[in-house]
C-alpha cells in the first residue's frame, strides 16, 4: 500500500524515474515497486529475444513432452530480498544506480566467463559487483542468495538424480564454493 516516493529520499526517487525510463518503464511502472525489485529490473541486461533462459529452457522441455520440476519455491526466491530490511534494500538501489552505467560491459564480462565455464571468475565478478556494500550485508545477501537456497536445491535434486535422467538448469553461480552445489553433490 505504499508508494515508493514514500520510502525513497525525492531526489533518489528522481534518479529511479530517469533510470527507469532509460530501460523503458514509464514512472507509474515503478511506483509501487519495493527498492530491491527495483535493483533486480535494473540490474538484469536488457531482454534480446524477449524471454528469459529460464522460460526458454522450461518451453523447450514442454515441446519435447517432458516433466519439469522446480528445485525452489517463489516465496523461497523472492524471500532473499524481502526478508532484508528496507534500509538495505535502499542501499542496494543506490548502488546499482551508481553502477548502472557499467552493468553492460559487466554483463558481457560475465556472459564471456560462463562460455569459458570459469567459475572463479564468475564468483569474483559478482563480488565486484558488491564492492563497497557493507560485509555484513554482502554476508547477508550471500547467505540467502546462495547457501540457503543451495541448500534447498540440494535437498530436492536427490530423488530426481537417483531416479536418472535428469537435466538441471540452474544459475552458474550456485555451483562454486564450499556451499556450492557441485560440492553438496560431492559430498553426497
Known sequence: GRELAGVLQPDLYAQVVRAARERGLPEPAVRLCK???????????????????????????????????GLERVDEQLDVFEG???????????????RRHELEAAHRELLEAYLRRDLPHLVRLNRQQMEGLDPELVA?????????????????????????HAFVALGALHLPGPHGVLEGLRRQ
Open 35 to 69: 527498492p530491491w525489485g527495483l535493483v533486480m529490473m535494473l540490474s538484469a541486461p536488457p531482454m534480446v529475444t524477449g524471454q528469459a533462459l529460464d522460460l526458454v529452457l522450461y518451453n523447450h522441455a514442454l515441446e519435447q513432452g517432458k516433466p519439469v520440476f
Open 84 to 98: 532484508l530490511p528496507e534500509m538495505d534494500q535502499v542501499t542496494l538501489l543506490r548502488s546499482t544506480l551508481a
Open 140 to 164: 547477508r545477501i550471500d547467505q540467502g542468495m546462495i547457501v540457503e537456497r543451495n541448500a534447498h536445491m540440494l535437498e530436492r535434486l536427490s530423488p530426481f538424480l537417483d531416479s536418472g
